[in-house]
């Protein structure tokens, strides 16, 4: 066992005291594994690299040497998106290489289909391109970075290929239409290609999608996997829609509701999802028009108030 410590996303100090931050947060990690050894005698120090700048582990392999030598177990270094490897930086004497692999998004980094904006994630190029290119690179291991349900598939693309179980990501996606949507060969076949190309779903026709969504047979019970996929169809088709348009049109905003909608009954309903954090929230959507959309509504609603 080991504690995972991570310096961001959450932030840090920013005042004057604490700079450089990644030196303070070392100091805070030692403090804290210190405690962690005292009740669980030989647990291990792990760090995540994730954001980290290059700076920043020069100083914190410098300070680890000299104050910790030999502690630091691993390193799960941040893989930016778009990326597929690791970069090469200086890491404490003794520390392995891992990788902190983000499986919240599709195979596009720009435009971005990520923590489940637009419905399920998946991202079965990059993920197979990031475990070939991370085990020549002579990566010890993996964390994958996960918000919730979104990415499901992304979570079997990612351990099914890490482990070596499937040797490609086609492999893994007819074995989990054969586990949760019951399909036998030939379907499987059909829902690995079908699932395949909502990797770059910008490209996606989502009207043939929802069209050509292959048969799965599942107890109502457990069809939220069905389900979700059927929702990312919805969401995609009236994103197409209001992205058409320019003007903020009666029809134009009715179908934004109709899309905030159907987001709330997938969040709410498929997904059963309480209160969010704050990824999800609406004013940190990769959707191209919410800050035209947005910027219509607060004038509408300054307009209101001054006629009353």
């Known amino acids: 066992s080991a504690v995972a410590a991570a310096p961001y996303d959450f932030g840090g100090c920013g005042c004057e005291r604490c700079k450089p931050w990644i030196l303070t947060f ?22 995540v690299g994730w954001w980290w700048e290059p700076e920043e582990h020069r100083l914190f392999a410098e300070w680890a040497d000299e104050h ?16 597929t490897v690791t970069a090469d930086v200086p890491l404490p004497r003794g520390c392995e290489k891992a990788a902190f692999v983000h499986i919240g998004y599709a195979d596009q980094s720009q435009p971005r289909d990520v923590y489940g904006h637009f419905g399920p994630v998946i991202a079965p190029n990059r993920l197979e391109k990031t475990v070939r290119d991370l085990a020549a690179k002579g990566c010890s291991g993996v964390m994958a970075y996960s918000e919730g349900v979104s990415d499901d598939v992304n979570k079997a693309l990612l351990a099914g290929l890490g482990s070596g179980r499937y040797a490609s990501s086609d492999e893994v996606l007819r074995a989990y239409a054969r586990r949760y949507f ?49 929702r990312k169809s919805e969401l995609f088709r009236l994103h197409a829609q209001i992205a058409a348009g320019d003007d903020w049109t009666p029809a134009r905003l009715a179908l934004v509701d109709r899309f905030w909608d159907a987001q709330e009954r997938l969040q709410r309903e498929v997904w059963g999802l309480g209160q969010l954090r704050h990824i999800f929230a609406r004013k940190f959507t990769p959707l191209p028009w919410y800050a035209s959309w947005a910027k219509q509504q607060s004038q509408q609603a300054a307009s209101a108030a001054a006629e009353q």
């Open 26 to 47: 070392a100091e805070l990690t030692r403090e804290i594994h210190a405690l962690a050894e005292r009740y669980h005698p030989g647990v291990e120090l792990d760090m």
């Open 68 to 83: 910790i030598p030999g502690r630091v177990r691993r390193m799960y270094l941040h893989i930016p998106y778009g990326a």
């Open 182 to 230: 019951s399909a036998d060969e030939a379907t499987a076949a059909a829902w690995a290609d079908w699932l395949r190309q909502w990797g770059s779903p910008f490209q996606r026709d989502a009207e043939l999608a929802a069209r050509t969504i292959p048969p799965a047979d599942r107890p109502a019970d457990d069809a939220w996997r069905l389900e979700q996929w059927q």
